[in-house]
């Protein structure tokens, strides 16, 4: 268990809806990290925020947005579903912007009809 | 922007066996860090092994260890006596103060 809580685990959604991905850093990181991974594919930054604001942007599409609220929990929100955004969303943390290794959640498969 | 490169789509190893996946990354900062991840089957995210860039000595972890490079910007992982275990894709990543990238990954098949 890494202590980064993502949810939901799976989601089954239509073309042109909207879903929110929340996640949960482990007790103490500051820092959140979103990435895409499509099947057999390798991991997209999306993008990353530190202590509740915007630290670093990635291939983030414009229909998609994010934020850390106060308590640091993160969420991701993807409006205008398309098929191709049918992925497995991986957050992740860690104690700072810096150093040590990102600890990931086990991500949130979605799954666009 | 920093890029991370994996050649290797795909390796194959016996049982038992020794087994090197190779990375390369460009930057032009003199602080990083290096990591390689395993992402088996359940899809879970892996921590390996990390590397920090101003240590000379390369870093170990039983059967895990690599080879850093700096001036050549590499950073292979060697996987000893391989285990049916050690199946997965594996994920060479960079971090910096900007961001964290991964490479493209390989596919690791073992052999029984």
């Known amino acids: 268990d890494s202590g980064v809580t993502q949810t939901p685990k799976h989601l089954i959604t239509a073309t042109g809806q909207r879903v929110t991905l929340r996640c949960s850093p482990r007790?103490?990181?500051?820092?959140v990290y979103w990435y895409q991974q499509s099947l057999d594919q390798g991991l997209q930054f999306l993008i990353q925020y530190y202590n509740g604001e915007e630290r670093a942007k990635g291939n983030i599409l414009e229909r998609f947005s994010a934020q850390q609220f106060p308590d640091l929990h993160s969420e991701l929100n993807l409006s205008s579903l398309e098929l191709g955004d049918s992925a497995l969303y991986f957050c992740?943390?860690?104690?700072?912007?810096?150093?040590?290794?990102?600890?990931f959640g086990e991500g949130s498969r979605l799954t666009v009809l | 922007a920093q890029t991370v490169t994996q050649s290797q789509p795909e390796m194959s190893v016996q049982e038992a066996e020794t087994v090197t996946l190779s990375c390369t990354y460009d930057t032009s900062e003199s602080d990083y860090y290096l990591f390689w991840y395993k992402q088996p089957p359940s899809r879970q995210m892996i921590l390996v092994i990390r590397?920090?860039?101003?240590?000379?000595q390369n870093a170990t972890e039983n059967r895990f260890s690599v080879n850093f490079q700096k001036a050549a910007k590499s950073f292979s992982l060697k996987i000893s006596d391989s285990q049916l275990g050690d199946a997965a894709m594996y994920f060479c990543?960079?971090?910096?103060?900007?961001?964290?990238?991964f490479g493209a990954g390989t596919r690791l098949t073992v052999k029984p």
């Open positions: 992740a943390s860690s104690v700072d912007i810096y150093t040590g290794e990102l600890f």
């Open positions: 990543a960079y971090r910096s103060a900007d961001d964290m990238r």
């Open positions: 007790s103490g990181d500051l820092s």
């Open positions: 590397q920090e860039a101003y240590k000379q």
